[in-house]
Protein backbone atom coordinates (compact mmCIF):
# COMPACT_ATOMS: atom_id res chain seq x y z
CA UNK A 1 0.00 0.00 0.00
CA UNK A 2 1.81 2.69 -1.10
CA UNK A 3 2.19 6.04 0.81
CA UNK A 4 2.66 8.24 -2.06
CA UNK A 5 -0.38 9.32 -4.12
CA UNK A 6 -0.99 9.97 -7.57
CA UNK A 7 -4.26 10.36 -10.25
CA UNK A 8 -4.68 7.17 -12.26
CA UNK A 9 -4.50 8.72 -15.34
CA UNK A 10 -4.21 12.28 -16.77
CA UNK A 11 -4.58 12.90 -20.90
CA UNK A 12 -4.18 15.62 -23.34
CA UNK A 13 -4.03 16.29 -26.76
CA UNK A 14 -0.18 16.22 -28.71
CA UNK A 15 1.17 19.73 -28.26
CA UNK A 16 -0.41 20.53 -24.95
CA UNK A 17 1.09 19.83 -21.20
CA UNK A 18 -0.15 17.62 -18.61
CA UNK A 19 0.85 17.86 -15.02
CA UNK A 20 0.87 14.74 -12.59
CA UNK A 21 0.73 15.40 -8.78
CA UNK A 22 2.09 13.71 -6.31
CA UNK A 23 0.72 13.64 -2.64
CA UNK A 24 2.53 12.84 0.22
CA UNK A 25 3.43 13.58 4.23
CA UNK A 26 6.16 15.31 6.52
CA UNK A 27 7.73 11.89 6.89
CA UNK A 28 8.28 11.90 2.87
CA UNK A 29 7.64 14.60 0.53
CA UNK A 30 7.57 17.29 3.32
CA UNK A 31 11.48 16.58 4.17
CA UNK A 32 13.05 14.23 1.48
CA UNK A 33 13.66 15.09 -2.23
CA UNK A 34 11.03 13.61 -4.82
CA UNK A 35 12.35 11.38 -8.10
CA UNK A 36 9.78 10.53 -11.43
CA UNK A 37 10.35 7.72 -13.08
CA UNK A 38 8.89 6.83 -16.58
CA UNK A 39 8.00 3.34 -17.27
CA UNK A 40 6.56 1.97 -20.61
CA UNK A 41 4.71 -1.41 -20.57
CA UNK A 42 7.03 -3.91 -20.54
CA UNK A 43 10.10 -2.29 -19.68
CA UNK A 44 11.98 -1.07 -16.65
CA UNK A 45 11.52 2.24 -15.35
CA UNK A 46 13.63 4.99 -16.25
CA UNK A 47 15.08 7.77 -14.36
CA UNK A 48 13.37 11.17 -15.63
CA UNK A 49 13.91 13.84 -12.49
CA UNK A 50 15.82 13.36 -9.39
CA UNK A 51 15.89 15.59 -6.73
CA UNK A 52 12.72 17.44 -7.06
CA UNK A 53 13.42 19.33 -10.55
CA UNK A 54 17.03 17.93 -11.88
CA UNK A 55 17.07 16.19 -15.14
CA UNK A 56 19.58 13.53 -15.72
CA UNK A 57 21.73 13.49 -19.31
CA UNK A 58 19.24 13.09 -22.07
CA UNK A 59 16.27 13.96 -21.03
CA UNK A 60 14.33 16.74 -22.64
CA UNK A 61 13.49 20.06 -20.80
CA UNK A 62 9.93 19.13 -21.77
CA UNK A 63 9.85 17.18 -18.22
CA UNK A 64 9.90 19.29 -15.38
CA UNK A 65 9.60 18.95 -11.35
CA UNK A 66 8.62 20.57 -8.36
CA UNK A 67 7.45 20.14 -4.88
CA UNK A 68 6.31 22.06 -2.18
CA UNK A 69 5.22 21.47 0.97
CA UNK A 70 3.92 17.63 1.09
CA UNK A 71 3.51 17.32 -2.53
CA UNK A 72 5.31 17.48 -5.80
CA UNK A 73 4.20 17.81 -9.99
CA UNK A 74 5.76 16.57 -13.03
CA UNK A 75 5.11 18.82 -16.00
CA UNK A 76 5.23 17.73 -19.35
CA UNK A 77 5.27 19.68 -22.47
CA UNK A 78 4.77 19.79 -25.94
CA UNK A 79 2.73 16.36 -25.20
CA UNK A 80 4.45 13.57 -28.05
CA UNK A 81 3.14 10.31 -28.51
CA UNK A 82 5.83 8.59 -27.40
CA UNK A 83 5.27 9.74 -24.02
CA UNK A 84 2.46 7.60 -23.34
CA UNK A 85 3.64 5.11 -20.07
CA UNK A 86 2.78 5.30 -16.73
CA UNK A 87 4.59 7.51 -14.55
CA UNK A 88 5.74 7.02 -11.02
CA UNK A 89 7.47 9.42 -8.07
CA UNK A 90 9.30 8.41 -5.57
CA UNK A 91 10.44 9.26 -2.52
CA UNK A 92 12.59 8.40 0.68
CA UNK A 93 9.73 8.11 3.79
CA UNK A 94 11.97 9.04 7.04
CA UNK A 95 10.93 6.86 10.12
CA UNK A 96 11.89 7.51 13.94
CA UNK A 97 11.79 3.53 15.11
CA UNK A 98 13.55 2.31 11.94
CA UNK A 99 15.73 2.82 9.07
CA UNK A 100 12.97 4.40 6.98
CA UNK A 101 12.04 2.93 3.21
CA UNK A 102 12.17 3.73 0.16
CA UNK A 103 8.28 4.58 -1.29
CA UNK A 104 6.46 4.81 -4.99
CA UNK A 105 3.70 6.28 -5.75
CA UNK A 106 0.15 4.40 -6.84
CA UNK A 107 1.59 5.45 -10.47
CA UNK A 108 -0.21 7.29 -13.46
CA UNK A 109 -1.11 6.53 -17.09
CA UNK A 110 -0.60 9.10 -19.62
CA UNK A 111 -2.67 9.61 -22.97
CA UNK A 112 -2.21 11.48 -25.61
CA UNK A 113 -5.46 11.64 -27.13
CA UNK B 1 27.79 2.55 -18.13
CA UNK B 2 26.84 0.87 -15.47
CA UNK B 3 24.53 -2.31 -16.48
CA UNK B 4 22.72 -4.30 -14.66
CA UNK B 5 21.15 -7.79 -15.30
CA UNK B 6 19.15 -9.85 -13.20
CA UNK B 7 18.73 -13.89 -13.50
CA UNK B 8 17.19 -16.61 -11.44
CA UNK B 9 14.44 -19.40 -11.70
CA UNK B 10 10.78 -18.35 -13.21
CA UNK B 11 9.12 -20.29 -11.40
CA UNK B 12 9.28 -20.86 -7.84
CA UNK B 13 6.82 -23.22 -5.22
CA UNK B 14 4.44 -22.07 -2.41
CA UNK B 15 6.87 -21.80 0.88
CA UNK B 16 9.82 -22.47 -0.89
CA UNK B 17 12.74 -19.67 -0.71
CA UNK B 18 13.00 -16.89 -4.07
CA UNK B 19 16.89 -16.80 -5.41
CA UNK B 20 17.26 -13.97 -7.79
CA UNK B 21 21.03 -12.36 -9.15
CA UNK B 22 21.69 -9.21 -10.29
CA UNK B 23 24.97 -9.06 -12.31
CA UNK B 24 26.62 -5.97 -12.51
CA UNK B 25 28.82 -4.64 -15.76
CA UNK B 26 30.60 -1.50 -15.99
CA UNK B 27 30.85 -0.40 -12.04
CA UNK B 28 31.29 -2.16 -8.93
CA UNK B 29 28.98 -3.46 -6.26
CA UNK B 30 31.44 -2.56 -3.41
CA UNK B 31 31.64 0.52 -4.49
CA UNK B 32 31.44 3.23 -1.53
CA UNK B 33 29.28 5.63 -3.56
CA UNK B 34 25.84 3.91 -4.58
CA UNK B 35 23.06 1.66 -2.75
CA UNK B 36 21.89 -1.10 -4.68
CA UNK B 37 18.60 -2.20 -4.38
CA UNK B 38 16.00 -4.48 -5.55
CA UNK B 39 12.09 -3.36 -6.42
CA UNK B 40 9.28 -5.75 -7.51
CA UNK B 41 5.87 -4.43 -9.71
CA UNK B 42 3.44 -7.16 -9.47
CA UNK B 43 1.35 -7.76 -12.93
CA UNK B 44 -0.67 -4.82 -13.71
CA UNK B 45 0.44 -3.28 -10.33
CA UNK B 46 2.62 -0.28 -8.99
CA UNK B 47 6.25 -0.31 -7.82
CA UNK B 48 7.45 -1.51 -4.17
CA UNK B 49 10.78 -1.17 -3.06
CA UNK B 50 12.23 -4.74 -1.19
CA UNK B 51 15.57 -3.36 0.09
CA UNK B 52 18.82 -2.14 -0.47
CA UNK B 53 22.57 -2.78 0.79
CA UNK B 54 25.65 -0.49 0.38
CA UNK B 55 28.95 -0.86 1.75
CA UNK B 56 28.85 -4.20 0.62
CA UNK B 57 27.36 -5.28 4.14
CA UNK B 58 24.66 -2.47 5.04
CA UNK B 59 20.99 -3.15 4.32
CA UNK B 60 17.66 -1.63 4.70
CA UNK B 61 14.56 -3.22 4.00
CA UNK B 62 11.10 -2.62 3.49
CA UNK B 63 8.86 -3.44 6.79
CA UNK B 64 6.58 -5.35 4.98
CA UNK B 65 9.40 -7.70 3.81
CA UNK B 66 12.08 -7.34 6.48
CA UNK B 67 11.33 -10.77 8.45
CA UNK B 68 11.56 -12.79 4.72
CA UNK B 69 14.01 -11.24 2.95
CA UNK B 70 18.06 -11.06 2.79
CA UNK B 71 20.10 -8.90 0.20
CA UNK B 72 23.92 -9.41 -0.14
CA UNK B 73 26.90 -8.79 -2.61
CA UNK B 74 29.01 -11.27 -3.97
CA UNK B 75 32.02 -8.79 -4.74
CA UNK B 76 33.99 -11.41 -6.59
CA UNK B 77 31.47 -11.87 -8.74
CA UNK B 78 30.19 -8.42 -8.79
CA UNK B 79 26.85 -9.84 -8.14
CA UNK B 80 23.76 -8.61 -6.60
CA UNK B 81 21.57 -11.31 -4.64
CA UNK B 82 18.14 -11.30 -3.34
CA UNK B 83 17.00 -14.30 -0.90
CA UNK B 84 13.15 -14.58 -0.23
CA UNK B 85 11.93 -17.29 2.26
CA UNK B 86 8.44 -18.42 2.34
CA UNK B 87 7.19 -17.47 -1.25
CA UNK B 88 3.13 -17.22 -1.77
CA UNK B 89 1.20 -16.14 -4.80
CA UNK B 90 1.51 -12.60 -3.75
CA UNK B 91 5.35 -12.53 -4.32
CA UNK B 92 4.48 -13.22 -8.27
CA UNK B 93 6.13 -10.31 -9.73
CA UNK B 94 8.39 -8.82 -12.28
CA UNK B 95 12.04 -8.41 -10.09
CA UNK B 96 14.36 -5.43 -10.81
CA UNK B 97 17.49 -4.67 -9.37
CA UNK B 98 18.82 -1.11 -9.51
CA UNK B 99 21.66 1.18 -8.50
CA UNK B 100 20.46 3.95 -6.19
CA UNK B 101 21.85 6.99 -5.02
CA UNK B 102 21.68 8.59 -1.73
CA UNK B 103 22.59 11.98 0.07
CA UNK B 104 22.01 15.17 2.05
CA UNK B 105 21.05 18.67 0.48
CA UNK B 106 21.20 21.17 3.50
CA UNK B 107 18.63 19.63 5.04
CA UNK B 108 16.49 16.91 2.84
CA UNK B 109 17.41 13.59 1.60
CA UNK B 110 17.70 12.23 -1.42
CA UNK B 111 17.36 9.15 -2.73
CA UNK B 112 16.72 7.46 -6.47
CA UNK B 113 17.39 4.70 -8.48
CA UNK B 114 19.46 5.90 -11.52
CA UNK B 115 20.22 2.68 -13.23
CA UNK B 116 17.74 0.28 -13.70
CA UNK B 117 17.75 -3.78 -14.77
CA UNK B 118 15.14 -5.34 -17.38
CA UNK B 119 13.44 -7.01 -15.15
CA UNK B 120 12.83 -10.74 -14.57
CA UNK B 121 9.18 -12.96 -14.25
CA UNK B 122 8.74 -14.58 -11.62
CA UNK B 123 5.56 -16.96 -10.57
CA UNK B 124 4.76 -18.30 -7.36
CA UNK B 125 2.85 -21.60 -8.27
CA UNK B 126 2.53 -25.07 -7.64
Known sequence: QSVLTQPPSVSAAPGQKVTISCSGSSSNIGKNHVSWYRQFPGTAPKLLIYEDNKRPSGIPDRFSGSRSGTSATLGITGLQTGDEADYYCGAWHSSLTAGGRYVFGTGTKVTVL | ?126
Not at chain 2, 49 to 63: K, L, V
Not at chain 2, 80 to 85: A, G, I, N, Q, V
Not at chain 2, 106 to 118: L, N, Q
Open chain 2, 1 to 126: QVQLQESGPGLVKPSETLSLTCSVSGGSVSSGSYHWSWIRQPPGKGLEWIGYIYNSATTNYNPSLKSRVTISVDTSKNQLSLKMMSVIAADTAVYYCARDRGGWTRDSYYHYMDVWGKGTTVTVSS
